[in-house]
């Protein structure tokens, strides 16, 4: 309930956080903005309400928009469907795995990146760059040869490496553009006046200001991860290591419609469970993280 | 600040040991792969079932995994192109998985086998499904579910209509369906009287007609495409007129995301030209309130025959595999009729052998009567060329989905049209 | 060499070297397959043939394909256009201090947690004619009198279309949380005594947004258009699943077009030619950043 009153509440105290807006100003805003949360919500609320339906319900036309009978027994068949909790624990690991190990090696090449000039940096930037310029699925074959030559298909660290890979181009060009807008050079000036080495001076003084940015592109690669289904299906193959979303690739059926919508979309309620709590408490320490660097500043 | 810090480092350590650590064991059991059919959560059970009575048998450990679906495609192209390959598995697209693989990947012949494992081969099975697992006189394996399809329609709205029984020929499936078209007051159709088919490729809903009308598409030996013909005029102008002259087939049938069970099943479309079996079982699994509103029959005939689609798809080894000989065990003791029969119920397909259509499980509903009628005008949709996936793959830019979307959808000039894929069908024989 | 490019090597080599063998290597397997005659049911892989602009010529001999380019500029900046400026206000609303913020927040952010795969599902669902719930409540409303075709719908309006229109909507909705992350990152980044030296000045709600926000926004604005725009160009999971880019080519876009060359045609030397006009294309948006960029680095 509470939470209820503090969203409906929520936008109007958010504009009155300035001090000069009239009200017209901010009936249109609030209009603009309820538009927008019912188009972001819409397929969120159609997954949820569908996951409690029979299937009979779900194909109602016209559509029945609440459950007439709200069931949890699309929940139980999912279970019984795919193992859920073993696939997430799977998606949990690899996804975790390489969105640390992919923001701590791009936070490293981002700062010197951002920072200092070196013979070859700009090179190194330009072919950082060029990675992005081809679209994924011409990436298909040469990936899983590859991956297949180092011997790392069906295994999790191959995940992770084709993870870690896919994402550092990404998370390198934003954290670089983070580092030069919010972290003041002033910062590790002072620091290497104390003694600090290149390196401690990063590790000190420079990552803990820019934990929102690390925080963001640490959440980026892990939804990336999170949720792909073309890698992880080409690349694992073996049924206890499969990920959630390979999981779920399990309800379709030859023609690409699952004969249990209701149960299909139940599993997906509860893949986007994990990264949704987890987004719920990041969210939090993502801002408190930057006033507080701002407050010791 | 610093708990965090190290916790971040705890966690990059560790996982990289796990990573050093996690290189998977090689195991000894035999790999086999199959996607899903039918009710998925029988189908995983009664597979491992089978194979828990195979491993009794012979003391063979089998691992069995699900390939989904979404990425079947994929998976088994890499395979072909020496992607890691099963033993064993559940496979389809015989030609051109052959021809992209050479004599180094993928599907591999069991000519060696046959005689011993299979002695009986032409006698226990449909020649037409037979026709999925030989391929340039090799033998590939053994065709394990069939794919039929017959017509489906609404017999409530037919009897509303005072129409009795399913259309027998093509004039009456257009007088039926008019009849069974029902517009608002604003001209919106509220029921279409008719659909092509109900499979997702919409080109699979093309070959009955053309076959009903008498054409064939490609001549046997796989090198002639042989489609620029009176046949496939009669067969595109029915479908056409329609759609358009007889407004009884809805105008974004072609289009993706088109889905016609939700609108049969509610009421918003009366007859299926060419629909898939497992409609039956999954009319009967999820809609037990539409008992009796519903019924298969056997194709309305065309010009010259009643052919109606069929197609198989086949447990096969991989080339590479150490475990041949245990996968043709494997093979040989799935395809027993008993455990056809096991498979064909849990996948909801119609069996490849006479001796399991024959069974009790295949009368014991009106609807599966029928469909083991529908399997006596059964024409197989494989075609001899491994060029034939590539010339019906279903979405724009395909060869027979642009043949069909110009002359159906958009009424264009049907000679021009056919004339130029048959040039493009030639062409794309001439690849391999 | 000195302490600090021993230093800054260091930093950037292993983010290097894995972008070396996962992005510069298939790239460049790309590229040179582009200027091959690679066919995989001809079967000659072990003799592979140089044939110069060959696929070049091909592809761009075809009216469809040219269509097809010209599309996906128009999908990509209609898709950026409007998931940045949607961005840019959703930003600032979860940017202020409010009861309840992180509910909100987590809401808007709530796409990001839904496969693209499953989301464009649920939005084929939600925007196939007959099913559509938002066709049920449009007519239940009275505001229209028939369906709407979201994905079907073949006519057209100059180069837009409402399938068009429909694709780029669910575009937006996929891209949104994105956005609003990194744009919010940004906004975090802007010193409050700017806004409050704005506020002594008598500074509007818009004036504010134009002297303060943008300005201080530059940076990290241009390295998500930048990135927006290149991953626009080559984008393919929910055009190929939503329509396969029809009706009637309508929502065809180049990553949609290589990946149907390749995997329904076995024709893997037009769709690595048509990555590189996707290539030549993400080259000039490259390009113009740095440009900006070198501009921005000598101020």
């Not at chain 1, 209701?262 to 709590?277: E, Q, Y």
């Not at chain 2, 009795?164 to 001209?187: C, F, H, M, S, Y």
């Not at chain 3, 709407?148 to 780029?168: A, K, Y």
């Not at chain 3, 048509?274 to 680095?297: E, F, H, N, P």
Request: with cysteine; proline share 5%.
């Amino acid at each position: 309930m509470t939470a209820t009153a503090g969203l409906r509440r929520a936008p109007e105290i958010a504009v009155s956080a300035h001090r000069h807006i009239d009200l017209l100003t901010r009936i249109v805003i609030l209009m603009v903005l309820a538009l927008l949360l019912v188009f972001i919500l819409l397929p969120l609320f159609w997954m949820l309400k569908s996951s409690f339906q029979t299937n009979f319900e779900v194909q109602a036309i016209p559509p029945v928009w609440l459950p007439e009978n709200p069931s949890v027994e699309p929940y139980d068949l999912a279970g019984q469907l795919i193992p859920l909790w073993r696939y997430i624990a799977n998606s949990l690991y690899v996804s975790t795995a390489a969105a640390v190990i992919a923001a701590a090696l791009s936070a490293m090449a981002a700062y010197v990146l951002a920072r200092f000039r070196f013979p070859g940096a700009t090179l190194i930037l330009a072919l950082i760059l060029l990675t992005q310029l081809i679209p994924s699925v011409t990436r298909i074959f040469p990936v899983y040869f590859l991956i297949q030559d180092m011997g790392l298909l069906n295994t999790f660290s191959g995940m992770i490496f084709a993870y870690v890979g896919f994402s550092i181009p990404f998370a390198v060009l934003l954290l670089r553009g983070y580092f030069q807008t919010s972290c003041p050079p002033e910062l590790e000036e002072a620091a290497m006046m104390d003694g600090c080495t290149y390196f401690g001076a990063f590790w000190r003084v420079i990552l803990p200001v820019s934990l929102p940015g690390i925080a963001a592109v640490t959440v980026f690669t892990f939804l990336n991860a999170w949720n792909d289904f073309l890698w992880a299906s080409l690349l694992l193959s073996s049924g206890e290591m499969k990920t959630i979303q390979v999981g779920i690739g399990e309800f379709a059926t030859e023609s690409g419609v699952s004969n249990y919508q209701n149960a299909f979309m139940a599993a997906c309620v509860i893949s986007t469970l994990p990264a949704l709590i987890l987004f719920f408490f990041v969210q939090r320490w993502l801002v408190g993280g930057l006033t507080a660097g701002a407050v010791k500043t | 600040m610093t708990i965090l810090r190290r916790t971040a480092l705890a966690v990059v350590l560790g996982s990289t040991a796990a990573i050093a650590a996690g290189s998977a064991t090689a195991q000894d059991a035999v790999e086999f792969w199959t996607m899903t059919y039918g009710d998925q959560l029988n189908w995983k059970g009664e597979v491992e079932a089978l194979i828990d009575g195979f491993t009794e048998e012979t003391g063979i450990e089998v691992r069995h995994e699900i390939v989904p679906w979404g990425s079947a495609f994929q998976t088994y192209l890499t395979v072909s192109q020496g992607g890691a390959a099963p033993d064993c598995a559940d496979m389809y697209w015989l030609h051109s998985f052959s021809a992209i693989g050479g004599d180094q990947h993928g599907p591999m012949p069991l000519n060696e086998y046959r005689d011993e494992y299979f002695p009986t081969l032409e006698e226990d099975f449909y020649a037409g499904a037979l026709q999925d697992v030989l391929w340039q006189d090799d033998f590939y394996g053994i065709p394990w579910r069939g794919d039929i399809r017959a017509f489906i329609y609404r017999t409530d709205f037919a009897e509303e209509a005072g129409i009795d029984g399913p259309p027998q020929t093509w004039d009456e499936i257009v007088e039926d369906a008019k009849a069974l078209t029902v517009r608002d007051e604003n001209g919106n159709v509220e029921r279409w009287g008719f659909a092509y088919g109900t499979a997702t490729n919409v080109v699979s809903w093309l070959l009955p007609y053309y076959w009903q009308a008498g054409g064939t598409m490609m001549t046997d030996d796989g090198q002639t495409a042989t489609i620029d013909n009176e046949a496939m005029r009669t067969a595109l102008t029915f479908m056409r007129d329609l759609m358009w002259e007889h407004q009884v087939v809805n105008p974004d049938s072609l289009e993706a995301g088109y889905d016609p069970q939700p609108l049969f099943v509610n009421g918003q479309l009366a007859m299926v030209g060419s629909a898939e079996q497992a409609w039956g079982v999954e009319l009967d699994r999820d809609y037990p309130q539409l008992e009796g509103q519903w019924a298969m029959a056997t194709s309305p005939a065309g010009p010259e025959n009643s052919d109606s689609f069929s197609g198989a798809g086949y447990f096969g080894v991989l080339r590479g595999s150490d475990h041949v000989e245990e996968c043709v065990q494997l093979i040989e003791y799935m395809s027993r009729d008993e455990n056809m029969l096991r498979l064909a119920q849990a996948a909801g397909t119609v069996s490849t052998k006479p001796e399991v259509m024959a069974s009790e499980f295949w009368s014991d509903r009106p609807w599966k009567i029928v469909v083991g009628e529908a399997l006596q005008d059964a024409h197989t949709s494989q075609h001899p060329a491994p060029a034939w996936s590539a010339i019906a793959t279903p979405e724009p830019g395909g060869i027979l989905y642009d043949l069909m979307y110009d002359v159906i959808v958009l009424q264009e000039d049907m000679d021009a049209s056919i004339a130029e894929a048959q040039e493009r069908m030639q062409a794309e024989l001439d690849r391999s | 060499m000195n302490e600090k490019n021993i230093f800054c090597y260091l930093m950037v080599a292993p983010a290097l070297l894995v972008t070396a063998l996962l992005g510069i290597y298939p790239m460049l397997a790309s590229m040179v397959m582009s200027f091959q005659s690679y066919d995989l049911l001809a079967g000659q892989r072990d003799t592979i043939e140089w044939v110069g602009f060959e696929n070049y010529r091909t592809i761009l001999a075809d009216d469809r394909f040219l269509q097809t380019i010209s599309q996906t500029v128009i999908f990509t900046i209609l898709a950026v256009g409007i998931v940045v400026s949607m961005g840019l206000f959703l930003a600032q609303v979860v940017n202020a201090k409010f009861r309840g913020r992180a509910v909100v927040r987590t809401l808007i952010f709530s796409p990001w947690f839904v496969p693209p795969v499953v989301a464009s599902a649920i939005w084929m669902w939600l925007l196939q004619t007959e099913r559509s719930p938002i066709n049920a409540v449009l007519r239940d409303l009275g505001w229209t009198s028939g369906n709407i075709r979201f994905l079907t719908d073949p006519e057209t309006w100059g180069p837009f279309s409402i399938p068009m229109m429909s694709v780029v909507a669910v575009r937006v909705w996929n891209g949104l949380p994105f956005v609003i992350i990194f744009l919010l990152a940004g906004l975090q980044s802007i010193p409050k005594s700017l806004y409050e030296a704005a506020d002594m000045d008598g500074a509007g709600i818009l004036q504010k947004f134009r002297h303060v926000t943008l300005p201080m926004l530059r940076p990290v604005l241009m390295v998500l258009l930048a990135l927006l725009f290149m991953n626009g160009f080559g984008h393919f999971e929910m055009n190929y699943i939503m329509t396969q880019g029809g009706p009637r080519n309508l929502t065809n876009v180049l990553a949609v077009w290589s990946y149907q060359e390749g995997f329904a045609f076995f024709r893997f030397d037009n769709a690595a030619a048509a990555s590189g006009i996707i290539l030549a294309m993400t080259s000039v948006i490259c390009a113009i950043y740095l440009r900006l960029q070198y501009k921005d680095d000598l101020r």
